[in-house]
């Protein structure tokens, strides 16, 4: 439901059970609605160690080419 939805959703979940593909579904969903709009649109993720941001950036990197993917850590 997540690629057909604009609702807040919360997921909590165990290590491994699959809440990246669920943000990855939201991602989607999001471009797909967004296509003819001119206007940048701007998705956040926040991990709580570095090493999942890095993993993210290079795998989303790979994924969806057609975005500029940043990375931001403090």
Same mark, same amino acid.
């Given at each position: 439901?997540?690629?057909?939805?604009?609702?807040? %959703? %919360?997921?909590?979940?165990?290590?491994?059970?699959?809440?990246?593909?669920?943000?990855?579904?939201?991602?989607?969903?999001?471009?797909?609605?967004?296509?003819?709009?001119?206007?940048?649109?701007?998705?956040?993720? %926040?991990?709580?160690?570095?090493?999942?941001?890095?993993?993210?950036?290079?795998?989303?990197?790979?994924?969806?080419?057609?975005?500029?993917?940043?990375?931001?850590?403090?």
């Amino acid at each position: 439901d997540l690629y057909h939805t604009t609702k807040n %959703v %919360v997921i909590s979940a165990p290590t491994g059970c699959g809440k990246t593909i669920c943000l990855e579904l939201a991602m989607l969903n999001q471009m797909r609605k967004n296509t003819s709009s001119s206007t940048k649109k701007k998705m956040v993720y %926040v991990a709580p160690i570095r090493a999942l941001c890095d993993e993210r950036t290079l795998d989303w990197q790979s994924k969806f080419k057609n975005l500029v993917i940043m990375k931001v850590t403090g």
